[in-house]
């Protein structure tokens, strides 16, 4: 089992940053690749960013590719998302999860473990 819990969100005004961290506990956490995603009201949840077990690796979703930055501190069981330039379009619940895939996850049944998220909120 791995235990997820999210923190660094908020309410934030259109411009600015925030960076969400994603701390883990339990099994070996360099064992798992991580990503973020999140859910907007009424609408699904979709895939934000993803990293490999090592950090070598990392994508995003095209909306954010420019703007957030995903990382992760293996010693610290600690997976970052780093989000610049925020919009109103950005507001969401924001998710991280691991997964035994070997690589990068793009779907949410690629992942095992969940947090329970933590909103961010981008006022206009």
């Known amino acids: 089992q791995v235990q997820l819990a999210e923190s660094g969100g908020g309410l934030v005004q259109a411009g600015d940053s925030l960076r969400l961290s994603c701390a883990a506990s339990?099994?070996?956490?360099?064992?798992?690749?991580m990503g973020w995603f999140r859910q907007a009201p009424g609408k699904e949840r979709e895939f934000v960013a993803a990293?490999?077990?090592?950090?070598?690796?990392?994508d995003y979703k095209d909306s954010v590719k420019a703007r957030f930055t995903i990382s992760r501190d293996n010693a610290k069981n600690t997976v970052y998302l780093q989000m610049n330039s925020l919009k109103p379009e950005d507001t969401a619940v924001y998710y991280c999860?691991?997964?035994?895939?070997?690589?990068?996850?793009?779907?949410?049944?690629?992942?095992?473990?969940w947090g329970q998220g933590t909103q961010v909120t981008v006022s206009s």
């Open positions: 339990g099994r070996t956490f360099s064992n798992y690749g």
């Open positions: 999860a691991a997964t035994f895939v070997y690589g990068l996850g793009y779907m949410e049944k690629d992942y095992d473990y």
């Open positions: 990293i490999n077990r090592s950090g070598t690796h990392k």
